[in-house]
């Protein structure tokens, strides 16, 4: 076994575990025997056991927003606001032409070529279909600039699609989405139970500048066995 390989799988196996219940409608369904399902490239593990990037929802969002390792978030929240940046939820194909600029702002995203799919107008408007309503941050003219797919299925929320117009990221664009997506989750845990984790898919082998990212938001890596519940906890 290659030495970087082995490297990889102690890290791996000695990471927290957690269960995580999923539940809701067909795209929940559809995301559960995703994660489930077998691995294209190890096919003895599930897609999404091992190295998950997740976030446990602290009772409030003070609790989250200001602690002591989340300066980076703060100081870029605060640059987008001051910048006239928002935060705000919209239907997705509304502003159909101002996401696929968004995808288009950049040739690559983490060293890879652009999806044709999301370069595609008819292709990525069909694939609104499965999530209507987005999260994204707006500029000073009201034009989105950065957007989130987040469905929310049981305890979990999921950072689905995530992405930033090339021009504005400097700004903290993707720092503030984020940050008020967690502010969300937690007012919407502390009225119903749910959800209690957020993912933003995987932290091992992700690359440095992608994981800095997410562990600066608060994402940790763990195993994770997800649980189906056909009945919603009262």
């Not at 799988?9 to 575990?17: F, Q, T």
Request: with cysteine; aromatic share 12%; glycine share 8%.
């Amino acid at each position: 076994m290659p030495e970087s390989l082995f490297k990889v799988g102690r890290e791996v196996i000695r990471l927290p575990r957690v269960e995580i219940a999923m539940w809701g409608g067909p795209t929940c369904e559809e995301l559960y025997r995703t994660f489930t399902s077998r691995h294209a490239r190890f096919p003895l593990v599930q897609r999404k056991r091992w190295g998950i990037g997740l976030l446990e929802l602290p009772p409030a969002f003070d609790d989250y927003f200001g602690a002591h390792d989340r300066s980076l978030l703060r100081r870029k929240v605060r640059r987008a606001q001051k910048k006239g940046y928002r935060y705000d939820r919209f239907l997705a194909r509304s502003r159909l032409e101002e996401l696929l600029a968004i995808n288009a702002s950049a040739p690559e995203r983490q060293g890879r070529a652009m999806d044709e799919a999301y370069l595609d107008a008819e292709a990525f408007g069909r694939s609104l279909d499965r999530c209507p309503e987005f999260r994204g941050v707006f500029d000073a003219d009201g034009t989105v600039v950065a957007y989130a797919e987040v469905p929310v299925c049981g305890d979990l929320f999921l950072l689905a699609r995530l992405l930033g117009h090339e021009d504005h990221l400097d700004e903290g664009v993707m720092y503030l989405l984020i940050s008020e997506i967690v502010r969300e989750m937690t007012e919407r845990r502390a009225e119903t139970g749910h959800p209690a984790w957020g993912m933003y898919d995987t932290m091992v082998g992700a690359g440095e500048g992608l994981r800095f990212f997410k562990e600066r938001l608060g994402f940790r890596p763990y195993n994770v066995k997800w649980v189906w519940r056909t009945m919603v906890p009262a």
